[in-house]
């Protein structure tokens, strides 16, 4: 038979006025919410998502903003109505949008509150077998558990004797624990002292403690990788530009970034190459050994995935373009998409060359075009050639300049520097560690039984989790 305990203490109704009306311990009671963690780990996750499917603005634009913002207009014209609402969130630039910071640094607040309180389960878990030799209070009073942590607690008073009831709690907790190693169950007896002589017996039931000290550290790699993201956030940049074509180069200067095109002649066979000066360091990455390579701790990447052409003349001053002055003996173009188009002067032949993608894979259509009568020749190829060119000006006039059309890819290369990138690394191995806390559901249970006046006695229990109350009060027929 189960007999209610009548309470040592009376609720203050001005405190309970007080907490209700101060806004600061409801406030605290919700950034303790698991949901809450998961809602917002869950919107900075959809937004790293989303920053990897749309196309982010290219770093260089960084020190332009007119350049940024034909850029944004572009891009956002490009997804239509839609666009509109990505580019007024910063979608196209997550880098600097409000929302990632926002969410990076909530997130963060979170997981530092959620790390605390894990600690604090740690420390709970150290102090609890220190409370069975606490001194004794009244009887039917709950020994105070230290931490912030939800504890749930059942007080009852019992028709049975004092030494019948702890008997049979003893018999329950050794059926049930004894044979799981991974569960300890402490016994204490604590006299009433020189003023009592009615004692109390506890029991403290702690099972999976390992997990506590396991726990935290999936949440240490969460928090690590947060910061590394952050880092990334605030001090890391990227740079993407166009398609590089063969000889061509690309500079940033804010970065002493250098990134030039190199083709090297081997047995009269070109081979491409990327050539990377970042500040006084240089690489030279070959385009058919490696994709990507690190320099001063930032990630290269490139791939030949645009189709390109290159032309040589063993003459020097062959060729200019449309838009420059000096003339050169070697020039490259890429044709992002079918009927792209590229043209070259050729000033001592008078003629100019227009190179122009057909629809078919690796056809081009090449047109010589003559300065005096506008005559047009026209000749489909789909691979390395060679062509004859009469000069009729200049020094060399009355030569012929041979001129060489070869097929080499174009490179598109992104460059990305990113601080702290190697402790991911570390920050998946803490992850994957703390996930094994997880698969245990660690606990305790303190079990005091006291005499109560009459023959009776009275049984409290305090544990982490509703399960060892209903567990024990069932097994002893309470």
Known sequence: MVEPIPTTSEPNPLAALRTKRDPFPLLWESLRRPLLLVVVAGFVLLLVIVGLALPQLPGQFADDPAGATRWLLTTRNEYGGLGTLLNGLGLFDLIHSPLIRAGLAL?????????????ADIQRSRRLPGLLAAIRGDAGDPLP???????????????????QMAGAISRRLGDRFDANPSVLVRRAQVDGGSEREDGEMRWLVQGHTWAYYVRPLLLTGVLLALGVL?????????VAPAPLPPG?????????LHLRYAVIEEQDKPSAALEVELGDA?????LNRSQGARLNNTNIRMQADVPGIFLESDRAGTFLLPDQSGTTDRVGFVFP??????????PDADVALRLVRLAQEGQFLVETIAGESGSVARVEISQDDVRQIDL???????????IRIRFLPGLTVGVRYLPGDGLLWAALVLVLAGAVGY????FFALVQLAPWPGEGSVLVVQSSSPEPLAELEGGIGI
């Open 282 to 286: 240089t690489q030279l990455l070959a």
């Open 230 to 238: 952050w880092a990334g956030v605030n001090f890391g940049w990227e």
């Open 392 to 402: 009729i000006r200049g020094e060399q006039a009355g030569s012929q300049a041979t």
């Open 107 to 119: 997130l963060g607040l979170l997981l530092l509150i959620h790390l605390g309180e894990q600690m």
């Open 145 to 163: 558990i230290p931490g912030s942590s939800q504890v749930f607690r059942s007080r009852s008073g019992l028709d049975a004797t004092f030494a």
């Open 248 to 256: 061509g180069d690309f500079r940033f200067p804010q970065r002493a």
């Open 439 to 442: 698969l245990r559901r660690p």
């Open 337 to 346: 998409a079918p009927g792209s188009e590229e043209s070259v002067l050729l």
